[in-house]
C-alpha cells in the first residue's frame, strides 16, 4: 500500500524555524519528484516547493524562496522541508506529494497542520 506520512507540523512563533519530515513507502520512491503543498485556512492549494529524483534540482514558490529548503534522502525514501523565518501568513495544512510526467501528484500524504502565531 503507497503511503506517505508527514510529521513536524506544530504551533511556532513568528520568525521561529520548523522542520517537516515525509516518509514515503509502497513504491518506488527514487522515480518521483516529491512536492510539497500547503493549503492556508479559507484557501484554496498552493503549491510550496518540489525536487527531481536524484536530489540535484529543486524550485520554490516566490512566497517562501530563501526561506524554506527542501531536501530528500533516496536511501530512507523521505523528504523533507526546512521552514525558517516562518510567517503568519505560512499558518497552514502542508501535504507532502510524489509526482512524475506520467502521473502527477499521483500520491498524497494525510497532511501536518503548521501554525505561526504570536
Known amino acids: 500500500e503507497v503511503q506517505l506520512v508527514e510529521s513536524g507540523g506544530g504551533l511556532v512563533q513568528p520568525g521561529g524555524s520548523l522542520r517537516l519530515s515525509c516518509a514515503a513507502s509502497g513504491f518506488t520512491f527514487d522515480k518521483y519528484a516529491m512536492t510539497w503543498v500547503r493549503q492556508a485556512p479559507g484557501k484554496g492549494l498552493e503549491w510550496v516547493s518540489g525536487i527531481n529524483p536524484g536530489g540535484d534540482a529543486t524550485d520554490y514558490a516566490n512566497s517562501v524562496k530563501g526561506r524554506f529548503t527542501i531536501s530528500r534522502d533516496n536511501a530512507k525514501s523521505t523528504v523533507s522541508l526546512q521552514m525558517n523565518s516562518l510567517k503568519a501568513e505560512d499558518t497552514a495544512g502542508y501535504f507532502c506529494?510524489?509526482?512524475?510526467?506520467?502521473?502527477?501528484?499521483?500520491?498524497w500524504g494525510q497532511g501536518t497542520q503548521v501554525t505561526v502565531s504570536s
Open positions: 506529494t510524489a509526482t512524475t510526467g506520467s502521473f502527477p501528484y499521483a500520491y
